[in-house]
C-alpha cells in the first residue's frame, strides 16, 4: 500500500471518528440527569501553553540530493487553543501549533470537535482535528499541507477560572509536496506523509459560561401553632447542590427542645413556655469550600393550655367511726382533651379508688372532720385537685371486756429457757426442750384468749444470754433465742403484729442474789435440794439467764413482767442445766416418798 492510500484512508478514519465524538455527548447527556448549576461548563476555554514535536518523517537535503533527512524530535514549540462549548460535553475546538529548530519549523493550524467528561477536580478530553500543516525546511524547502490530530488530555481545576493542563498526547498526520526540490525519480520524497506525535502542556482561562448558582434551603413544619406538650415535625428540603455529594444536616431552635436527623427534626414542646419559637435548619456540603451551606428557618407557636376542672361530693357526708362513705368526682377538660381522676388522699381513715369514684373507710380513724382530696389529670399533664369533707363521729362505747383474772395471771407468769449455745447458728429453729415447748403452748392459748378481751394488748419478748462468751456472740444468741420463741407462738396462732422482741445479750443478767432469792421464794424446792443447788451456783446463775422473758402489755392495765423462775421441777431441767436428764437425780434429787406407818401389831 503507497503512502497516499495510507493517508486517505487514516484521513477518512479520522472523518468517522469525528462523526462519532461528535454523537458521543448526544447519547450521553439523554443518560445523564440535568447537571447541577454548579457543573455548568465555561462558555469558551483558552489554552496556552509548551509544545513538544516529533515530526514523524523525512524531508529532503539539498546538500545530498536525492537523500533524505530524517527530522528529529522538536523540543522548542508553544501552543494554543480555544474551545466553545454547545453543551457539558460538547465543544468547538480550534487549535495552532508552532515548533522549531535548525531542522525545520513546523506550524500547524486546526479545527474540530472535542468531546469532554467532566469530573469534580479534574476533566478528561478527546478531540479530533483537522486542518493545514505549514513546514519550512533547513534547505529552503517549504510546503503547506493537509493535518490530522487524534487525541486526549486531562486538566486539573484549580478554580473556576483557571485550570491546568497536566498533559494532552496526540496523534498528528500530515502530508507534504516537496516536487519543486525533489526529482520525480523520489515519488515518496516528493509528496511525503508524516506519522508523528506531540505533546502538551499549559494553562487554561475558562472563560463565560453560566454563573454558579447559590445553593438553598427550604425549612416547614407540619403545624404552625400548638398547644404545649405538642409534637412538631420539621423538614428540609435543599437545592442546588451537586447531587453527587453527601449532605449533612443540622437542627436547631431558640426555645422548644429540637432533634433532628437528616432532613426531619421533632421538636417537643414540653415545658416550652407559651410564645413564637423558630426552627433553624443547616445544610452543609462538606467538599464544597464555596458556596458549600444554606440554612432556612421556619416559625411555630406554642399555645398556653387551660387546665381541667374537678368538682367533688361525699355521701353520706356524716358517718361513725368504722363506716363507708362514697366520693364521687366529676372532671372535664376546656381543650376536650382525655382526662383521668387519681391521686385520692384522706387526712383520716383511708381512701381507695379507681377513676372517678373512690370509698372513704374510717376505720381507725378519730372522730372529727376527714378531708378527703382528688386531683385530675389531662392527657398533657396539666392537672386541678379539690377536696370534700365528711364528718366522723365516735359510736356508743363499747361494754368494758370482762377479763378472766386467772388468765391475766397466767400470762405473767411465763418465762422460757434454753440450753447452752441454743439455738445454734445452723439451726435457728430448734433449741427448744419439751417442757418449754409447753409453756410456749399454754402461753400461745392464754393470749389469744386474752386478746378477745383486749385486742390492742401485745407480749414484749427479751432474750438474754449468760455472761460467757463475747458480746458480739451473745447478741447474736440473744436474737437467734427471742426469734424462735416469737416464731414458736406465731406457729400456734398468735398474730405477730401482737409481738415485740428485744435482744439484751448479756446485759441485765441476773445477779447470784436475785437467783438466791428466786431459789428461796420457790416452795416446790426441798431444803437438801435446795442446799445442792446453792454448792452448784454458777451453774444455776448461766442457767437462769439462758432465758427469754414474756411481759404483757395491755392499753390501761399496769405492765405485767415474768416472774423468771427456773422450771427445777421439769423433767428435762438438766438438759437446760447443761448436763444429762439421766444423771438428773444426781444433780437434783427427787423428793423423798413419805414414810410408811409401822403396822399394828
Known amino acids: 500500500m503507497s503512502l497516499c492510500h495510507a493517508y486517505r484512508r487514516f484521513a477518512v478514519s479520522a472523518v468517522i471518528l469525528s462523526i462519532m465524538l461528535m454523537a458521543v455527548p448526544s447519547g450521553l447527556m439523554a443518560q445523564a440527569s440535568k447537571p447541577a448549576p454548579s457543573d455548568a461548563p465555561p462558555k469558551m476555554e483558552l489554552f496556552a501553553g509548551y509544545q513538544w514535536l516529533n515530526p514523524g518523517g523525512n524531508i529532503p537535503d539539498a546538500n545530498r540530493p536525492p537523500n533524505p533527512f530524517k527530522l528529529p524530535a522538536i523540543s522548542q514549540g508553544a501552543a494554543a487553543g480555544l474551545t466553545y462549548n454547545f453543551s457539558k460535553f460538547l465543544g468547538l475546538e480550534g487549535d495552532w501549533g508552532i515548533s522549531g529548530n535548525r531542522n525545520a519549523l513546523i506550524n ?9 467528561w467532566r469530573g469534580e477536580d479534574v476533566n478528561f478530553f478527546l478531540h479530533a482535528l483537522g486542518g493545514v500543516e505549514r513546514m519550512s525546511t533547513r534547505t529552503g524547502g517549504s510546503s503547506t499541507g493537509m493535518a490530522t490530530a487524534l487525541g486526549g488530555g486531562m486538566d486539573l481545576k484549580i478554580s473556576k477560572s483557571f485550570s491546568f493542563r497536566l498533559f494532552e498526547a496526540d496523534a498528528l498526520i500530515a502530508r507534504q509536496n516537496f516536487s519543486d526540490v525533489v526529482p520525480a525519480s523520489d515519488s515518496s520524497l516528493r509528496r511525503p506523509v508524516y506519522v508523528g506525535a506531540r505533546l502538551r502542556t499549559g494553562f487554561i482561562y475558562n472563560i463565560g459560561g453560566e454563573p454558579e448558582v447559590p445553593v438553598a434551603a427550604t425549612c416547614s413544619v407540619d403545624h404552625s401553632e400548638v398547644l404545649v406538650g405538642e409534637p412538631i415535625h420539621a423538614t428540609v428540603a435543599a437545592s442546588n447542590f451537586n447531587p453527587k455529594h453527601p449532605l449533612t444536616y443540622s437542627w436547631a431552635s431558640n426555645g422548644a427542645k429540637i432533634e433532628g436527623k437528616d432532613t426531619g427534626a421533632s421538636i417537643d414542646t414540653n415545658g416550652a413556655a407559651p410564645g413564637s419559637y423558630t426552627a433553624t435548619a443547616t445544610v452543609t456540603d462538606a467538599k464544597k469550600k464555596k458556596n458549600g451551606v444554606a440554612t432556612c428557618t421556619s416559625n411555630f407557636t406554642v399555645k398556653p393550655l387551660n387546665p381541667p ?10 358517718v361513725e367511726v368504722g363506716a363507708t362513705s362514697s366520693i364521687t368526682c366529676t372532671c372535664t377538660s376546656p381543650d376536650n382533651v382525655p382526662v383521668t381522676v387519681a391521686g385520692w388522699s384522706a387526712s383520716s381513715g383511708s381512701v381507695s379508688g379507681s377513676g372517678n369514684a373512690a370509698t372513704l373507710s374510717t376505720t381507725g380513724a378519730s372522730a372529727g372532720t376527714s378531708t378527703i ?3 385530675c389529670t389531662d392527657s398533657r399533664g396539666l392537672t386541678a385537685s379539690t377536696t ?24 405473767s407468769l411465763r418465762s422460757v429457757y434454753f440450753a447452752t449455745n441454743k439455738p445454734t ?22 393470749f389469744k384468749q386474752y386478746l378477745g378481751w383486749r385486742p390492742a394488748a401485745h407480749l414484749t419478748l427479751k432474750g438474754h444470754a449468760d455472761a460467757r462468751g463475747t458480746v458480739e456472740f451473745n447478741q447474736a444468741l440473744s436474737e437467734r433465742r427471742v426469734a424462735r420463741v416469737k416464731s414458736y407462738l406465731v406457729e400456734h396462732g398468735v398474730p405477730e403484729a401482737s409481738l415485740q422482741t428485744e435482744a439484751l445479750g448479756k446485759e441485765h443478767n441476773l445477779t447470784a442474789a436475785e437467783v438466791k432469792g428466786s431459789i428461796d421464794e420457790d416452795s416446790t424446792i426441798t431444803k437438801e435440794e435446795r442446799g445442792r443447788i446453792v454448792r452448784n451456783m454458777k451453774t444455776i446463775i448461766w ?5 427469754v422473758d414474756v411481759t404483757l402489755n395491755a392499753p390501761g392495765q399496769e405492765t405485767e413482767h415474768s416472774v423468771r423462775k427456773y422450771p427445777f421441777n421439769a423433767a428435762d431441767s438438766l438438759t437446760l442445766l447443761g448436763g444429762r436428764e439421766a444423771a438428773k437425780k444426781a444433780a437434783v434429787p427427787a423428793k423423798k416418798a413419805p414414810a410408811k406407818k409401822p403396822a399394828k401389831k
Do not use: F, H, Y
Open 108 to 116: 500547524t493550524a486546526m479545527i474540530g470537535p472535542k468531546v469532554t
Open 388 to 411: 370534700s369533707s365528711v364528718t366522723v363521729n365516735n359510736p356508743p362505747p363499747p361494754p368494758p371486756p370482762q377479763v378472766d383474772p386467772v388468765v391475766e395471771q397466767r400470762l
Open 309 to 318: 376542672q374537678i368538682s367533688c361530693s361525699a355521701s353520706p357526708s356524716i
Open 425 to 446: 447458728v445452723k439451726e435457728p429453729t430448734g433449741g427448744l426442750v419439751k417442757s418449754q415447748e409447753d409453756t410456749l403452748e399454754q402461753l400461745a392459748s392464754d
Open 543 to 547: 442457767a437462769s439467764n439462758r432465758r
Open 373 to 375: 382530696n382528688a386531683t
